[in-house]
């Protein structure tokens, strides 16, 4: 995903974090926008001040048409957001979950087949070594 710092802004899909400092900008800019009927907010997600971090609210919203109010409103570049964001979770990359118990252990008994089968090979070699010294 990519800022979008084109201006005027075009018409698109775009995702923004909306902190203390933007929210009256983003409150006028919206609203007059979405009375206009050139923007759509889709989505709004508020987040409680957490480690630091100063609440906010995650918009998900559209525009019809280039937008010259937004740089006029002096809100930050938005991110662009394709159709696969509905959500704040879809915008950050996580990594992928721990593995279970289940898992873990299959995971294991996997390493101990292979272990089994790879002692059970060089076994075969051996008895078969065996015998071809032993007709020798």
């Given at each position: 995903?990519?800022?979008?710092?084109?201006?005027?802004?075009?018409?698109?899909?775009?995702?923004?974090?909306?902190?203390?400092?933007?929210?009256?900008?983003?409150?006028?800019?919206?609203?007059?926008?979405?009375?206009?009927?050139?923007?759509?907010?889709?989505?709004?997600?508020?987040?409680?001040?957490?480690?630091?971090?100063?609440?906010?609210?995650?918009v998900i919203f559209s525009t019809s048409s280039p937008n010259?109010?937004?740089?006029?409103?002096?809100?930050?570049?938005?991110?662009?957001?394709?159709?696969?964001?509905?959500?704040?979770?879809?915008?950050?990359?996580?990594?992928?979950?721990?593995?279970?118990?289940?898992?873990?252990?299959?995971?294991?008994?996997?390493?101990?087949?292979?272990?089994?089968?790879?002692?059970?090979?060089?076994?075969?070699?051996v008895v078969i070594a065996a015998i071809a010294l032993k007709r020798k």
């Amino acid at each position: 995903m990519a800022l979008e710092r084109r201006r005027p802004l075009p018409a698109g899909r775009y995702w923004l974090d909306v902190f203390p400092k933007n929210a009256i900008a983003w409150g006028a800019w919206s609203e007059a926008m979405t009375k206009m009927g050139s923007a759509t907010v889709e989505v709004t997600q508020h987040f409680e001040a957490v480690d630091g971090a100063p609440a906010h609210d995650f918009v998900i919203f559209s525009t019809s048409s280039p937008n010259v109010a937004w740089e006029a409103a002096g809100l930050p570049s938005p991110t662009i957001a394709p159709a696969t964001v509905t959500t704040s979770d879809d915008t950050v990359d996580k990594p992928p979950p721990e593995p279970g118990l289940l898992d873990k252990l299959s995971s294991h008994a996997e390493g101990i087949a292979t272990g089994a089968k790879v002692s059970l090979g060089i076994a075969v070699v051996v008895v078969i070594a065996a015998i071809a010294l032993k007709r020798k």
